[in-house]
């Protein structure tokens, strides 16, 4: 008789073996989860502390617990908004409503000088690994990599991930939104997969993997998986980043109720480009009329009235580089009102998403443990858009830079200033937008040397812990902090080991004792600062800084000349000092009354950057001048019908040289009763309007349509029709001048080896088509290249007919200093213009 069975004959029969069973059950135990070295992860195999004889009579059964945190350790929620300034939320005085960031602040604590890398990944970097960033490869952007090992993207194995150390501690971990730490070449569906989210220590990530996102039609990655384009009607990013964040934290509550969480909510907003539905940004609508340099005053005066500033701190004055709001006609007001009009919405719409995650959790009682800190920023607010804004970020980052004229005249193009701000634009709004959010600060995104770029808000909430609800703190504080903070906040220690591998010491400091003492001392006292060269090094209270002589959104050939190797001597760039102590906005230098100072912080930061891996300065920037990449030398690439969202990063490296695109199809010609339509459709596309290529079949013709940055459309076609069964077609350019950025050249297509057309193509884009648009075969998935199109009904979605096999073959492209060294910007900026 077994477990279970029932006998109406002998009941008591039955209930013997069942009684056995039962006794053997309670005679063993579960292990508890006894204390291990913490600092060794992860924890090792537990002995069996039952007893086994040789059959079950005797033996006791035991078994091992699942690692758990410590007692009552808390959830953590750690939010990081992109591309924001000091001076933009409401919380700290700025325009942008943030109710969610004001609550939480009147929850817990404001901190006003917390500071950051000045650059997105770099931040990321030290902030999820407690290292500085040069320490763990991320001296600059993961699209950016150099040849040393402060610049290489690769995470070392010896710098365990915050995520990690805590899922080795019985936590759940997940991450949404922006990642921007793999390496450019590794963000695809061969991996190498070690630097994507789940390896470095989070069991579930949804998101994106690059530094930037459509808001509208991003490329998603869902684990190790990319799995592209939405498809649903009405998506929006932020409201999706909710929806998987409350569903995880839901899911992993429902099984594991008393296991903590830690939830990283990085938002791709606002970073460029700026998109947010119509309705957030119609509440700004006139709102900024008065300019940036009005604003720059009113938010001066409201951070005075919140305290978030002290009553002494000062109102930096205008760079020149920053042309005043007077200078500007009745016209270009109206698109500059507008471009904060949007970034405001986009910011508001970006805080209200926390909202969502931070509603979810106290309608599951799980406010009062759950610790939040709330990062306004990555960096300061971007200078990247130049003096006028752009309607597609894109020209800035290929060094294309637009007159006012030409913004007004391609917002025209692409449906008006209405349009801006939805999916038809890439946009970006005017530099001095951004100076004005990093208020009462100088500069911005990119610069090290100076606040505007270094110092962002945060607020943290932790009704358990923080009592004093609604208070200031101003000691220094610094992104590789975070995680100790968090550690400590946990009872955890900072482990050793990790896999076998003896760990780096985080080089931040816990700052946990300030959530219940204003007055606890900093324990963050030096801190060294560099992204691209702009340079600073605190030390109790003082920073002696040297920013480069470059405008953030200056990269054409003159300005990078000037920092070519052998021209540039750093030791002769100026050297500002200040005493942050008493000088909280780094208003008044005074290195000239403290040159003992200036020159023991000289001295300090460049130990620092040999310590830290900073050196070689501008190691990121080698290629330009002719350093290697540190890729394969690979010129034939192929690829099968099917394969769809090939990162920005990884398509063949088609620039400014010689190529040829040939595909090998099955043309199944019009046939039946009903002449069903014959070939057509996408064969390979690359980007979209806004920058790209496309090589498609469209009434039976070959055509291949190149966007220049959405400033110029260039289009041929086949003469003859392509004819039935197999057919190889193929798409080459001729560059002139190959390895010249942006060379020109002949572009021709081809049926069957004969040649159907050519046409001249005068100029090309010089370093990336999108940030973040992928390339399809078969598809063209996103907004499309040909913006006439709308595929599925003109043509079909997906192709029809045969794809055998795309190949991409490179010609030569040896870039020469003399190349690298001419103004092509000159010519190709002129070209443009005309």
């Not at 990690?164 to 921007?180: E, R, V």
């Not at 998109?275 to 940036?292: A, T």
């Not at 076609?717 to 010249?740: C, M, Q, T, W």
Request: charged fraction near 20%; include cysteine.
């Amino acid at each position: 008789m077994f477990l279970g069975e029932t006998s109406m004959r002998n009941p008591i029969k039955c209930l013997i073996p069942i009684t056995v069973v039962i006794a053997l059950q309670t005679s063993g135990s579960i292990a508890a989860d006894a204390e291990w070295d913490r600092t060794v992860l992860p924890r090792p195999p537990q002995p069996f502390e039952g007893v086994t004889k040789r059959t079950l009579e005797g033996s006791v059964a035991a078994f091992t617990s699942p690692v758990k945190a410590p007692p009552n350790a808390p959830n953590v929620l750690l939010v990081l908004i992109d591309d924001a300034g000091f001076g933009n939320p409401s919380t700290f005085g700025g325009p942008v409503a943030t109710p969610t960031l004001d609550k939480l602040a009147a929850e817990g604590l404001r901190y006003n000088r917390f500071h950051v890398t000045a650059l997105c990944s770099p931040t990321r970097a030290a902030l999820l690994s407690g290292r500085n960033h040069h320490a763990v490869g991320f001296g600059s952007i993961s699209e950016v990599i150099g040849g040393w090992p402060g610049y290489n993207t690769m995470w070392p194995t010896s710098a365990a991930s915050i995520a990690k150390i805590l899922q080795g501690n019985g936590y759940n971990t997940a991450a949404m939104g922006k990642w921007h730490l793999t390496p450019d070449a590794q963000q695809g569906a061969a991996g190498p997969f070690d630097r994507w989210p789940n390896a470095l220590g989070f069991d579930y990530f949804w998101g994106f993997l690059g530094g930037e996102s459509g808001q509208f039609d991003p490329v998603l990655t869902e684990n190790n998986t990319i799995i592209g384009v939405p498809k649903e009607k009405d998506f929006y990013l932020n409201d999706a980043m909710v929806e998987h964040a409350v569903t995880w934290i839901r899911d992993q509550k429902a099984q594991s109720p008393d296991k903590p969480f830690f939830l990283y909510f990085a938002t791709g907003a606002t970073h460029a480009p700026h998109q947010v539905p119509k309705e957030w940004s119609d509440k700004y609508k006139g709102k900024f009329d008065q300019g940036w340099d009005k604003l720059r005053e009113e938010t001066y005066a409201r951070q005075k009235q919140l305290g978030v500033i002290p009553a002494n701190a000062k109102l930096t004055p205008r760079d020149p580089a920053f042309p005043p709001w007077d200078s500007a006609s009745p016209d270009v007001k109206k698109l500059y009102s507008h471009q904060m009009e949007v970034y405001a919405g986009y910011q508001e719409n970006a805080d209200h998403a926390v909202g969502d995650v931070v509603k979810a959790i106290e309608d599951m009682g799980l406010a009062d443990n759950t610790l939040i800190i709330y990062i306004f920023g990555d960096n300061g607010a971007s200078m990247e858009g130049t003096e006028s804004g752009t309607f597609n970020e894109m020209t800035t980052l290929n060094g294309v830079p637009l007159t006012t004229d030409q913004q007004l005249k391609a917002i025209k193009a692409y449906g008006g200033l209405d349009k801006w701000g939805g999916p038809d634009m890439a946009p970006h709004y005017a530099a001095a937008w951004a100076w004005a959010g990093n208020t009462p600060f100088k500069w911005g995104k990119q610069v090290a040397s100076h606040l505007g770029g270094i110092r962002n808000p945060m607020v943290i909430a932790w009704p358990k812990r923080i009592k004093g609800k609604g208070g200031l703190r101003s000691q220094f504080t610094h992104c590789t902090d975070i995680a100790p903070t968090i550690l400590q906040a946990a009872g955890l220690p900072e482990p050793k080991e990790v896999n076998g591998l003896a760990q780096m010491p985080m080089q931040g400091a816990s700052f946990l004792s300030t959530f219940d003492d204003s007055n606890a001392p900093s324990q963050h006292t030096q801190q060294y600062f560099e992204i691209l060269g702009n340079r600073a090094m605190y030390k109790d209270g003082w920073l002696a800084c040297w920013r480069l002589d470059r405008i953030p959104w200056k990269i054409d050939p003159e300005t990078l000349s000037r920092f070519a190797p052998g021209k540039w001597n750093p030791d002769q760039d100026k050297c500002e000092l200040y005493n942050l102590d008493e000088d909280f906005s780094q208003a008044d230098d005074v290195a000239d009354k403290y040159p003992d100072k200036v020159r023991e912080l000289t001295a300090l930061f460049w130990a620092e950057a040999e310590k830290y891996q900073v050196l070689p300065l501008l190691g990121e920037m080698a290629t330009v001048w002719g350093f290697p990449k540190g890729l394969p030398d690979q010129t034939k690439y192929t690829y099968y019908n099917g394969t769809e969202n090939i990162s920005s990063g990884m398509i063949p490296p088609i620039y400014n040289r010689s190529y040829s695109i040939s595909a090998d199809l099955d043309n199944p010609g019009r046939s039946g009763l009903r002449l069903l339509p014959g070939i057509a459709g996408v064969i390979v596309a690359e980007g979209s309007f806004l920058g790209g290529f496309s090589l498609y079949v469209e009434n039976g013709y070959l055509k291949h349509t190149y966007s220049l940055l959405g400033l110029k459309l260039d289009t041929i076609s086949s003469h003859d029709a392509l004819p039935k069964g197999k057919v190889n077609v193929r798409y080459e350019f001729i560059a002139d001048k190959p390895g010249e950025f942006g060379t020109g050249g002949t572009s021709r297509l081809f049926i069957n080896g004969k040649q159907q057309a050519e046409a001249k193509m005068e100029h090309s884009v010089p370093f990336r088509f999108a940030s973040y648009a992928g390339m399809d075969i078969g598809t063209d998935n996103g907004l499309p290249v040909v913006p006439k199109f709308e595929y599925t009904k003109i043509l079909p979605k997906y192709f029809r007919g045969t794809i055998e096999r795309v190949e991409f073959d490179l010609g030569p492209a040896k870039v020469s200093a003399q190349n690298l060294q001419r103004m092509y910007l000159e010519r190709f900026a002129r070209a443009v213009r005309n």
